[in-house]
């Protein structure tokens, strides 16, 4: 994971880091629990099913190129929270070949310069890859990219979780719907 402008940290510099761990953190563990139980119900690979459902809809798309689509999660909880996801099932990293490698490449300083073209800041922001665990088939995990910007609604508006969303619910601060639109258009509208 990515962290930069002083987001996750005391002290705010620019950092990343790269965890292993030996168990499964509740995140990754909740996500494999619904990729099974979906695997299961469905013969198919849900985060697939859901790149190909946005990709026809189009609502919550930002973006794609030839590996990648990037789109407004329907569940999501951050302001502009965005999901990359390859568009070739892949586990991890490591699987990716040259021209995907490009095409991340590209995506990754599309994503960082839409967003701070955004609010016109450099965004706070905190962005991760979800790869496979190492004891999990690829037919079950489908590597794909986080983003957590953290402005709300201005350079100076933070979002900040607390009180009930911390203790019961994360709550929506805009519709997954307008935060693609805004995305999109502000990425045609500047030629990022």
Known sequence: FENRGGVGNSNPHPH?????????????RKEIYNKEKYLKDNNSCLICDIAKYEKEVKDLVV??????????????VWPFETLSIP??????????????????????????KMYDSLFDVVMPLSYGFHIKPKTLGNN????????????????????HMAGFEMLAAPQRDITPEFAALTLRNLLINTNI
């Open 87 to 112: 568009k070739r099932h892949i586990g991890c990293l490591s699987d990716i070949d040259d021209n995907e490698k490009k095409d991340l490449a590209m995506l990754l300083k599309r994503l960082i």
């Open 140 to 159: 079950i995990y489908h590597m794909h990219l986080h983003f957590y910007p953290t402005l709300l609604r201005s350079a100076t508006v933070k979002k």
């Open 63 to 76: 973006f794609e190129n030839n590996s990648f689509i990037t789109i407004v999660p329907f569940w999501t």
């Open 16 to 28: 990343g880091q790269i965890w292993a761990v030996e168990t499964i953190p509740d995140v990754i």
